[in-house]
């Protein structure tokens, strides 16, 4: 956005010309003016989940647990479901930390857009500080699951490799899968109400496309590659290898995960973009 001032003695107009904003995927330097008002939604989102609630920081804690300990009776105790000579309990538990930072970052975002309506008809700020605010905000969840998975490796006994130093190179992939689908499902959303209510469906389908309960070993090698088309596979299976040690670092899937992320980001972003203009009008 470009704002330009003509004086006229006592007459001061300020024209705002978005053509520069429209030729530009993100705005960098718009996003950094309006920083303020990024961390204020940041921090929003943040107080809006803990704040008066009993449990405070503890429901950070509670999804994932349950998650692990459900999956434990009954897929690897029950099913008996291979966990790669690991106790299947930090097995799970190590895939559910970015997993849950996963779904919920996405189950938030794609909603951003219908909660901050009265904002959008209001005022005029960047776009797309509402659907990536969540994404940062919900980091606080992954950090207190993080710790308890550390707790649980000293609980078992087990010492991470020095390959430890790549999570925040997976971190840094699953943030960018959840903000760029998260663009494109709070574009479709905004405009399409029922999206919403499949999307419980849909990330609860693609979990089970994700080796959150099994270990990849179990999926045919000739479908490896469609298989890490979903970047959270490399995210899920590289926690593993570097903090576990249950198998060598997954490059492909990395590889092949990170550059859909990319596709994921700049598509979401693209369509974000021209879907822009009309926000207010269908909010």
Not at 241 to 249: D, H, K, Q, S, Y
Request: aromatic share 16%.
């Amino acid at each position: 956005m470009t704002r330009e001032k003509i004086k006229d003695r006592s007459l001061e107009i300020t024209l705002i010309d978005p053509s520069v904003r429209k030729r530009q995927l993100i705005n960098w330097k718009e996003l950094w003016q309006y920083k303020d008002l990024f961390w204020f939604l940041i921090w929003r989102d943040i107080k809006t989940r803990y704040a008066q609630s009993v449990l405070g920081v503890g429901w950070a804690v509670i999804q994932p647990v349950f998650s692990m300990i459900v999956f434990t009776i009954v897929f690897g105790n029950l099913a008996q479901v291979d966990s790669e000579g690991v106790p299947y309990a930090i097995f799970s538990y190590t895939a559910l930390v970015p997993w849950t930072y996963f779904s919920t970052s996405l189950t938030s975002a794609s909603g951003s857009l219908i909660s901050a309506k009265n904002m959008l008809t209001k005022v005029y700020f960047p776009r797309l500080v509402i659907p990536i605010s969540p994404v940062l905000a919900t980091l606080v969840d992954f950090g207190v699951s993080l710790l308890i998975l550390i707790g649980m490796m000293v609980w078992f006994g087990i010492t991470p490799t020095i390959n430890a130093l790549l999570i925040p190179l997976f971190v840094l992939l699953m943030m960018f899968t959840a903000a760029g689908v998260g663009m494109w499902l709070t574009a479709l959303a905004i405009q399409y109400r029922d999206i919403r209510y499949g999307l419980n469906f849909f990330v609860r389908l693609l979990m089970y496309g994700s080796p959150v309960i099994y270990a990849t070993s179990s999926i045919p090698e000739k479908y490896h590659f469609y298989y890490a088309l979903n970047p959270m596979v490399g995210v899920i299976e590289g926690f593993r290898a570097v903090l576990l040690n249950t198998r060598e670092i997954p490059w492909e899937f990395l590889g092949i995960g990170s550059g859909m992320a990319i596709l994921f980001f700049i598509t979401g972003a693209l369509y974000f973009r021209n879907m822009e203009n009309i926000f207010a009008d269908v909010a």
